[in-house]
Structure formats: C-alpha cells, structure tokens
C-alpha cells in the first residue's frame, strides 16, 4: 500500500490549500484516515483524522474550524482542505491510513499507530 501526499505549496497568510493523498493497494473503505504534521524544528503532531465508521471526526484545535478532513471512495483519496491559512501552519504534512474503522479507545491522534503512512508535503504560509 502507497500514499502519496500532494498539494503542498506556497501561500499567503489568509490563502487555503487543499492537500490530497492518493492511495493506492487498498481500498479505503471500511479504513479510517488522518493528518499529521511536522514543522521545522518541532515535533509531530495530530491535524485530523476521520473514521469509517460514523465518520467520527477530530481536529486539533489549533485547525479547528479552518480545516476539514475529506476522502472521496471512487478516487480512494484522502484530502485535507486548509481554509484561513497561518505562518504557523507551515509545515510538512503526512496522511495515514489504518485498518481500524473506529476511533475505539482513542488512537486516532498517533501517527504510529496507524497502518499505513505517506511522504509529505511541504506547506510554507509567509505572512
């Protein structure tokens, strides 16, 4: 199974960005699906992810209400559409996949722990 991050580029403070992960070996039904990030000199962290089963959703709260996590079954593609972008949103920015149809027992926030993880994409926002 291969992910393929694209999308990335640069933008303006205010600008939106839609991020796309191409997966291909798998179907994505039934899986559930998330973003991560990385910027310079920081750690990892979680952006959003979205279950198969109810489409439960989860944001950092740092995207809340500016970014939503998407998937579209016939592309088998995940997407990630960045609205109001911020020079803090600058970032590398992963897409997983997992086997696991629910968030049962909240793992969804954790790159590792997710079956299957894309390269990223660069996102730079200047102000």
């Known amino acids: 199974v291969q992910l393929q991050a694209s999308g990335g580029g640069l933008a303006q403070a205010g600008d939106s960005l839609r991020l796309s992960c191409s997966v291909s070996g798998r179907t994505i039904i039934g899986m559930s699906i998330g973003w991560f990030r990385q910027a310079p000199g920081k750690e990892r962290e979680f952006v959003a992810a979205k279950s198969w089963a109810g489409a439960v959703t989860h944001y950092a709260d740092s995207v809340k209400g500016r970014f939503t996590i998407s998937r579209d079954i016939d592309k088998n593609a995940v997407y990630l559409q960045m609205n109001s972008l911020k020079p803090e949103d600058t970032a590398v920015y992963y897409c997983?996949?997992?086997?696991?149809?629910?968030?049962?027992?909240?793992?969804?926030?954790?790159?590792?722990?997710?079956?299957?993880r894309g390269q990223g994409t660069l996102v730079t926002v200047s102000s």
């Open positions: 997983a996949t997992d086997r696991r149809g629910s968030f049962r027992g909240g793992w969804y926030s954790s790159l590792d722990l997710y079956t299957f």
